[in-house]
């Protein structure tokens, strides 16, 4: 593995909570891809913790809509709790933090 690699992952913590670690950016949101279908098949609730998310960018706040979207088409909820302040400036700068979410704890 090289010093440049960028790597996001989501591991299972207790029931439905998961959490997020790594870098969630446009080089890395492609990796995320087919864990939303797992996740909404574990359960009605699903918890994703972000505070193992090192730097986030714009690409993250899509991946997030598109779960959020997906969780909702298959008559799930999903919440992000302990979100980094980098991911809630590009939420409140994108007019998104209303929409999304997002719980601080």
Do not use: C
Request: hydrophobic share 40%; charged share 25%.
């Amino acid at each position: 593995m090289s010093e440049n690699h960028q790597d996001i992952r989501v591991e299972r913590m207790e029931n439905n909570h998961y959490l997020l670690t790594g870098i969630l950016s446009f080089d890395t949101v492609s990796q995320l891809e087919d864990d939303i279908e797992t996740l909404t098949k574990q359960g009605m609730e699903i918890v994703l913790d972000l505070s193992g998310i090192l730097r986030v960018d714009s690409a993250g706040i899509v991946v997030l809509l598109e779960w959020m979207k997906h969780a909702r088409k298959s008559g799930k909820q999903v919440f992000f709790t302990n979100i980094p302040q980098q991911l809630l400036d590009i939420a409140r700068v994108s007019d998104l933090d209303g929409i999304l979410p997002l719980y601080q704890k």
